[in-house]
């Protein structure tokens, strides 16, 4: 039988087939194929606006009070360019398409696939709210406490909500839970391969790439406390210390409790901050969510007390934040781009294949007599509702 040829849009395809399976988390959030990218190609640095909710301070009485909108967007940098490159012999060229695939396309997008994967999980270290079990084992009230805080923080009651589980944490909970699916098929699938499916509302999956986060060298009694009396935005000022704190790290400012997103109630609970870059110690400690104190998006009670107690939440000095994580798909955006097509090249082909955009370029190295064959994807990824998204934090 005569083999076929491999023309660049076949090969493209099947390598985008095979990277779309492999992204798990990728697979799981907002994905956006941004037109403005396509056809004529995307430069490194090009920006995608995203526009965020509205919100609106409430009147009592019956006395008139306008008050402006004031639209607010976050942006999504289409900036970051990842690739595997391949050299092909001609007796490479002349297998058919699945033996290519599974010789060369298949190993090669499983590296790919696997480096974007571990990028985009690093928006982990955006999310503020976190369940803490430190010290003992994962339970399932720890995931639905979880689900809790993405209620509390008014994520849709959808299809849209997943749970992203360490291999350590969903070899527990697939233990747990084994006996509660009442569908035969789902229960086949966790007693042959350890798959959960779908339970308490979210679709729950596995990354081995869910790695935990290494925290500074502050204690959980930091040491630190504020040093002012009106701290607002995203810098708290604090003593001087020598511990530090590593981005991720999460932490709490007493007297700042956390708000009702709409009616602005006190929840009777502190407020969790994420530390946004690495403090050593000194100056002001950055954090996200930034603190607002009133108006359409105030958030906490009111300013961190001064010389109030700064806690670092669950996690020892020098200790690790479990890689589990539940969502709504909206907290997470991650969108490809178009890069441009060479001319002049051997072959040279593009595809889209569910959101996601790669390019595959070959050329002939007349001095060694081989095949260089490149693929690349440009893609951007954003927390752009980090609010509800949480992550689940348990030693095992």
């Known amino acids: 039988m005569a083999n076929t040829i491999l023309t660049p849009t076949a090969v493209t395809r099947k390598a985008l087939a095979i990277l779309h399976q492999k992204l798990t988390f990728v697979g799981s959030i907002n994905r956006q194929y941004d037109k403005q990218y396509a056809v004529e190609?995307?430069?490194?640095?090009?920006?995608?606006?995203?526009?965020?909710?509205?919100?609106?301070?409430?009147?009592?009485?019956?006395?008139?009070?306008?008050?402006d909108t004031v639209e607010q967007s976050t942006t999504l940098q289409v900036t970051t360019q990842k690739g595997v490159d391949l050299n092909f012999s001609s007796a490479e060229l002349t297998l058919d398409l699945q033996d290519f695939a599974d010789r060369i396309l298949e190993p090669a997008m499983a590296v790919l696939a696997a480096n974007i994967e571990a990028d985009v999980l690093n928006m982990r270290k955006e999310v503020y709210n976190i369940v803490d079990n430190d010290g003992s084992a994962l339970t399932f009230l720890n995931i639905m406490q979880g689900r809790g805080q993405l209620n509390d923080n008014l994520a849709p009651m959808d299809s849209k909500r997943c749970a992203l589980l360490s291999t350590d944490?969903?070899?527990?909970?697939?233990?747990?839970?084994?006996?509660?699916?009442?569908?035969?098929?789902?229960?086949?699938k966790q007693y042959r391969e350890g798959f959960m499916g779908r339970t308490a509302g979210m679709m729950f999956s596995e990354s081995t790439l869910a790695d935990d986060h290494q925290t500074g060298?502050?204690?959980?009694t930091t040491g630190y406390l504020v040093n002012g009396a009106s701290e607002a935005g995203s810098v708290v000022a604090v003593d001087t210390?020598?511990?530090?704190f590593l981005e991720g790290?999460?932490?709490?400012?007493?007297?700042?409790?956390?708000?009702?997103?709409?009616?602005?109630?006190?929840?009777?609970?502190?407020?969790?901050?994420?530390?946004?870059?690495?403090?050593?110690?000194?100056?002001?400690?950055p954090i996200s969510p930034a603190i607002v104190t009133s108006g359409a998006r105030q958030n906490v009670t009111g300013s961190p007390t001064n010389n109030g107690a700064v806690v670092k939440v669950g996690?020892?000095?020098?200790?690790?934040?479990?890689?589990?994580?539940?969502?709504?798909?909206?907290?997470?955006?991650?969108?490809?781009?178009d890069l441009i097509k060479p001319k002049g090249v051997d072959f040279c082909a593009r595809e889209v294949y569910d959101g996601i955009s790669i390019r595959i370029v070959r050329d002939y190295d007349i001095?060694?007599?081989?095949?260089?064959?490149?693929?690349?994807?440009?893609?951007?990824?954003?927390?752009?509702r980090p609010q509800i998204a949480c992550r689940v934090h348990a030693d095992g």
């Open 169 to 188: 944490h969903n070899i527990a909970l697939v233990d747990t839970l084994k006996g509660l699916f009442q569908d035969s098929t789902q229960v086949a």
């Open 315 to 337: 996690a020892a000095a020098n200790g690790l934040y479990s890689g589990s994580l539940v969502y709504h798909k909206d907290a997470f955006t991650f969108a490809t781009a």
């Open 249 to 285: 790290d999460i932490v709490t400012f007493a007297g700042c409790n956390r708000v009702h997103p709409e009616t602005k109630t006190d929840t009777g609970k502190l407020q969790t901050f994420v530390v946004t870059a690495d403090y050593s110690g000194s100056g002001d400690m």
């Open 41 to 67: 190609g995307a430069k490194i640095g090009s920006d995608l606006k995203i526009r965020l909710p509205n919100q609106y301070a409430i009147r009592d009485g019956a006395t008139l009070s306008t008050q």
């Open 241 to 244: 210390g020598s511990t530090t």
């Open 217 to 220: 060298t502050a204690a959980k």
């Open 367 to 384: 001095n060694n007599d081989n095949l260089p064959c490149r693929l690349d994807v440009l893609y951007g990824k954003k927390a752009i």
